[in-house]
């Protein structure tokens, strides 16, 4: 008998095939509804068992060109059919000797690329990263470029997305899941092309003239040119507008 829980974190939604898809680290699988699913109804899809090799999977991404689910966990990076269902083995599962997060992921199907926010060790320390890798590679694998260092602000990532038109990485810098109001939060965007200790092309600061206190989640509206943020202090959902962000070239 499948058991599911009642717990869900992360959620995605595939406007192609009218779909939400949510993860549950608890019941260690992946659910999908109907698009227009209400009240208490089953869902029509999920990926469950000891094939899947999920342990607590907590935040995913959807690739409705490619038809992939990617789901972080337990240091790589799983990638199943969309349509998945049952216990089944990944299509791929990504490794890597830098660390991988288990935090925020991204991807875009148009320049093929895979970001995920990490922890690496340089030096001896510990810091915040963006790891950028092929999204096709499997394995043991190195990322194509890697954004980290004073310059960048990253301390503590949560969620990505990613505008693939552009091919710009939008960021939600946490700091600090602890503190209520920690300092130096904000909302950065970089290029998929961008490599090293580089500052974000454009940062939404979390400050009084922008209210924004603690981003969280972060997801784009396109045909408004806006980026939209939850922010978990204030309980609420922010939309700032970032027309530049849309028009301008990589």
């Not at 990532?157 to 505008?163: K, N, P, W």
């Not at 600061?205 to 922008?210: C, L, W």
Request: proline content about 7%; aromatic content about 6%; overall charge negative.
């Amino acid at each position: 008998m499948t058991k599911l829980g009642r717990t869900m974190h992360d959620i995605r939604y595939d406007a192609v095939h009218d779909e939400i898809f949510v993860s549950n680290p608890f019941a260690q699988a992946i659910l999908a509804f109907k698009g227009d699913a209400n009240g208490e109804q089953a869902p029509i899809r999920v990926i469950q068992g000891p094939h899947t090799q999920l342990q607590t999977p907590d935040v995913l991404e959807i690739d409705t060109t490619h038809n992939e689910i990617f789901v972080p966990d337990t240091g790589a990076i799983h990638v199943y059919r969309r349509d998945a269902n049952g216990d089944t083995s990944p299509l791929r599962v990504l490794r890597s000797a830098s660390g991988l997060g288990e935090g925020g992921i991204a991807v875009d199907p148009i320049h093929n690329i895979l970001v995920n926010a990490a922890t690496i060790t340089v030096n001896g320390k510990r810091q915040a990263a963006l790891l950028l890798f092929n999204r096709t590679d499997d394995g043991d694998a190195k990322p194509l470029r890697t954004i980290s260092g004073p310059k960048t602000g990253l301390i503590g990532t949560r969620q990505l997305c990613i505008y693939p038109e552009g091919g710009w990485i939008v960021v939600s810098q946490i700091t600090s899941g602890e503190e209520p109001e920690p300092p130096g939060t904000f909302v950065g965007i970089w290029s998929v092309n961008d490599d090293g200790d580089v500052a974000p092309r454009w940062k939404i600061e979390g400050k009084p003239s922008n209210v924004m206190k603690k981003p969280r989640g972060v997801a784009i509206d396109p045909k408004h040119k806006e980026v939209i943020v939850s922010d978990m202090r204030l309980n609420a959902v922010l939309t700032f507008s970032l027309p530049e962000m849309f028009t301008a070239g990589k």
